[in-house]
């Protein structure tokens, strides 16, 4: 079956320190990409999205991720995380065997960024 | 603020009754999913609807029934509730269906089943 496997559950870092979630799907075919962010008590909210091209892929707010074909990766960073990035972040993959567009979710990560 | 509506925000309710989430997606949004985020299942596809027709599902109980209105709303019906179906259920839309389009997402209903 597909799915998506987000590495870290509880991630807690200091404002200023480098962030990396690792993100890996188990789907041989095409895929879209997207990292969404849950902010405490907010809706989900994207943060960037991949279809093609370029492999590098910057979001909003300093993210970017990383597309690894071979790894079946989509790892997500932020060089300096400030207090405000405290969130739950998801991976989410579509894929072209689903021409309808369903997101298939990975179980998420806190992210508990400390002053 | 997405444009994006959910009623209600919360919901307590006992077991074995019925309890009907509502959603309004984005004007101008023909497709509708609905979502649900527990804390053993994470965040999974229930269903979705395009322009008032189910278009595909995913891990939805026969408990649970859907439908989407001539206005586009999306109502989702849960009946029969057992306690395991205390969660967060969100709804999302975008503009059409398809991989190519960005989703965007309610706040929520987070139902208490007691």
């Known amino acids: 079956a597909q799915s998506v496997s987000q590495h870290n559950h509880h991630v807690i870092l200091s404002e200023a320190a480098s962030l990396e979630l690792g993100c890996n799907y188990s789907?041989?075919?095409?895929?879209?990409l997207f990292w969404y962010v849950q902010y405490p008590g907010q809706h989900l909210q994207l943060l960037l999205k991949?279809?093609?091209?370029?492999?590098l892929v910057k979001g909003i707010k300093g993210f970017e991720a990383e597309f690894i074909k071979s790894k079946f990766s989509f790892n997500l960073r932020k060089p300096s995380v400030q207090w405000s990035d405290t969130a739950e972040y998801f991976c989410?993959?579509?894929?072209?065997?689903?021409?309808?567009?369903?997101?298939?979710f990975g179980a998420g990560t806190q992210v508990v960024v400390t002053p | 603020d997405s444009g994006v509506t959910q009623t209600p925000k919360h919901l307590i309710t006992a077991t074995g009754q019925r309890v009907t989430l509502r959603c309004s997606p984005r004007?101008?949004?023909?497709?509708v999913y609905w979502y649900q985020q527990s804390l053993d299942q994470g965040l999974q596809f229930l269903i979705q609807?395009?322009?008032?027709?189910?278009?595909a599902k995913g891990n939805i109980l026969e408990r649970f029934s859907a439908q989407q209105f001539p206005d586009l709303h999306s109502e989702l019906n849960l009946s029969s509730l057992e306690l395991g179906d205390s969660a967060l259920y969100f709804c999302?839309?975008?503009?059409?269906?398809?991989?190519?389009?960005?989703?965007?997402f309610g706040p929520g209903t987070r139902l208490t089943v007691t």
């Open positions: 004007s101008g949004d023909l497709s």
């Open positions: 999302a839309s975008s503009v059409a269906a398809g991989a190519s389009y960005e989703q965007y």
């Open positions: 789907y041989g075919g095409t895929v879209n």
């Open positions: 609807y395009y322009n008032g027709e189910e278009r």
């Open positions: 989410a993959v579509k894929t072209s065997t689903d021409s309808w567009g369903k997101l298939q």
């Open positions: 991949y279809f093609s091209g370029d492999p």
